[in-house]
């Protein structure tokens, strides 16, 4: 290497790294070496004379070094930067002419008229037949956002690239048409295909958000649906407490029986005991009462589980019990149900008639829980009265048989 190149690519290093801003993701250094090795690589492959090597070389080394001062216009920045430094250098003007020149070649829009002009800007362009393509691709975009440039989505950036591949972009030396044409066409395959599937994504987005829409429109209204299933979900749980609470009930008063059964009433044979008969059958009596109420407001209501095809069509039954329907042969009910869901008023009619008679239901368990919970309390109140009542007798009794 000579010793201006060697001097360039120092330079250009320095250079890069105390005045080029870090939102420079792809237009840096990195960049620089890459096109700067792409050259050498077509030049490797041509006839190119030792002093044009040169000449190419260095103004690859310089071509992006405007950008530490501008991005509009950065190709003349970079030609004034490596006229300074070759004037520095003491390097003839024809030279420096001839660099400028090609520096000023790697403008997108510029045609290239001669072979070394051809060799930088396919050097510079490099980057679209190789490997990294992808990386440096984002790697610019991103750049072009920070700089306030233009934020492209993904979309946007594929649509920008399909256009650079197809109309902007060529290359001009005949290794890079031999070597990376082909390359270059499997990266925009690779975008179209990208882009394809993308659109393909969207396509079936839209159409599932337009059956959607048109579901909802043919539907029952949201507002009908939400009234049923919360007042159809309010009357299961209201249902689901009674039972538990009507088990509880049961529960205890099953306790208390058994309590009763083995240590009180065994003793009542006694003669001594025999004032607590009376509280005892007391306890018992409302307890066995209460454990009748609470199985009475649990037990389940099964009807026949059938019904006729003249029932169905008049609507005097409710197909969504299966205490309506446990009876009839599949192909019967299917049927029906057939019938039903085709008229959105009689789907509307048959929740209705399903709410009415869950409500219906409640209403018999609550009552009768409310009865439960009378019966019960006031058995434990006349059963502690009755024993209060029983031992203060005694007591008196006793009293009176001490003291003449």
């Given at each position: 290497?000579?010793?201006?190149?060697?001097?360039?690519?120092?330079?250009?290093?320095?250079?890069?790294?105390?005045?080029?801003?870090?939102?420079?993701?792809?237009?840096?250094?990195?960049?620089?070496?890459?096109?700067?090795?792409?050259?050498?690589?077509?030049?490797?492959?041509?006839?190119?004379?030792?002093?044009?090597?040169?000449?190419?070389?260095?103004?690859?080394?310089?071509?992006?070094?405007?950008?530490?001062?501008?991005?509009?216009?950065?190709?003349?920045?970079?030609?004034?930067?490596?006229?300074?430094?070759?004037?520095?250098?003491?390097?003839?003007?024809?030279?420096?002419?001839?660099?400028?020149?090609?520096?000023?070649?790697?403008?997108?829009?510029?045609?290239?008229?001669?072979?070394?002009?051809?060799?930088?800007?396919?050097?510079?362009?490099?980057?679209?037949?190789?490997?990294?393509?992808?990386?440096?691709?984002?790697l610019l975009k991103e750049e072009l956002k920070l700089h306030g440039i233009r934020s492209f989505?993904?979309?946007?950036?594929?649509?920008?690239?399909?256009?650079?591949?197809?109309?902007?972009?060529?290359y001009y030396t005949e290794y890079a048409i031999n070597n990376w044409d082909q390359a270059k066409?499997?990266?925009?395959?690779?975008?179209?295909?990208?882009?394809?599937?993308?659109?393909?994504?969207?396509?079936?987005?839209?159409?599932?958000?337009?059956?959607?829409?048109?579901?909802?429109?043919?539907?029952?209204?949201?507002?009908?649906?939400?009234?049923?299933?919360?007042?159809?979900?309010?009357?299961?749980?209201?249902?689901?407490?009674?039972?538990?609470?009507?088990?509880?009930?049961?529960?205890?008063?099953?306790?208390?029986?058994?309590?009763?059964?083995?240590?009180?009433?065994?003793?009542?044979?006694?003669?001594?005991?025999?004032?607590?008969?009376?509280?005892?059958?007391?306890?018992?009596?409302?307890?066995?009462?209460?454990?009748?109420?609470?199985?009475?407001?649990?037990?389940?209501?099964?009807?026949?589980?059938?019904?006729?095809?003249?029932?169905?069509?008049?609507?005097?039954?409710?197909?969504?019990?299966?205490?309506?329907?446990?009876?009839?042969?599949?192909?019967?009910?299917?049927?029906?149900?057939?019938?039903?869901?085709?008229?959105?008023?009689?789907?509307?009619?048959?929740?209705?008639?399903?709410?009415?008679?869950?409500?219906?239901?409640?209403?018999?368990?609550?009552?009768?829980?409310?009865?439960?919970?009378?019966?019960?309390?006031?058995?434990?109140?006349?059963s502690v009265v009755s024993f209060i009542y029983a031992f203060s007798t005694t007591e008196f009794?006793?009293?009176?048989?001490?003291?003449?």
């Amino acid at each position: 290497m000579s010793s201006i190149l060697e001097k360039s690519e120092k330079y250009v290093f320095e250079l890069f790294k105390e005045k080029l801003p870090n939102t420079f993701l792809y237009h840096n250094y990195l960049h620089t070496q890459r096109v700067v090795e792409s050259a050498i690589e077509i030049m490797d492959h041509e006839k190119i004379d030792i002093k044009d090597k040169e000449l190419v070389l260095i103004a690859a080394w310089f071509h992006d070094t405007g950008y530490i001062h501008t991005i509009k216009g950065h190709e003349e920045a970079g030609a004034e930067i490596v006229k300074d430094f070759l004037k520095e250098e003491k390097v003839d003007s024809a030279m420096i002419q001839n660099i400028t020149e090609l520096i000023l070649a790697t403008k997108l829009t510029k045609k290239p008229t001669n072979i070394l002009e051809e060799i930088i800007k396919d050097a510079d362009t490099s980057h679209l037949s190789k490997d990294y393509f992808s990386e440096v691709s984002t790697l610019l975009k991103e750049e072009l956002k920070l700089h306030g440039i233009r934020s492209f989505s993904n979309t946007e950036w594929r649509k920008e690239n399909i256009q650079l591949f197809t109309e902007k972009h060529t290359y001009y030396t005949e290794y890079a048409i031999n070597n990376w044409d082909q390359a270059k066409n499997k990266q925009l395959i690779d975008i179209l295909k990208k882009q394809k599937k993308k659109r393909k994504k969207k396509d079936k987005e839209i159409l599932k958000a337009k059956l959607k829409a048109q579901y909802k429109e043919e539907s029952p209204e949201r507002g009908i649906q939400t009234m049923y299933r919360v007042a159809l979900r309010n009357h299961i749980k209201l249902s689901d407490i009674a039972d538990t609470k009507a088990n509880i009930l049961l529960s205890v008063n099953a306790i208390i029986i058994s309590l009763a059964l083995a240590n009180l009433i065994p003793k009542l044979d006694s003669p001594t005991n025999k004032h607590l008969m009376i509280p005892s059958l007391v306890l018992v009596l409302f307890s066995v009462a209460s454990i009748i109420l609470s199985i009475m407001s649990t037990q389940p209501k099964v009807t026949s589980g059938e019904f006729t095809e003249e029932e169905v069509r008049d609507r005097k039954v409710n197909l969504l019990f299966f205490g309506n329907f446990f009876k009839m042969p599949y192909n019967q009910y299917q049927k029906a149900i057939n019938q039903l869901i085709t008229n959105k008023n009689d789907i509307y009619e048959m929740l209705t008639k399903d709410l009415y008679f869950l409500g219906v239901v409640l209403n018999k368990k609550y009552k009768l829980l409310k009865v439960t919970y009378v019966v019960f309390t006031i058995g434990i109140i006349l059963s502690v009265v009755s024993f209060i009542y029983a031992f203060s007798t005694t007591e008196f009794r006793e009293i009176e048989n001490i003291i003449p």
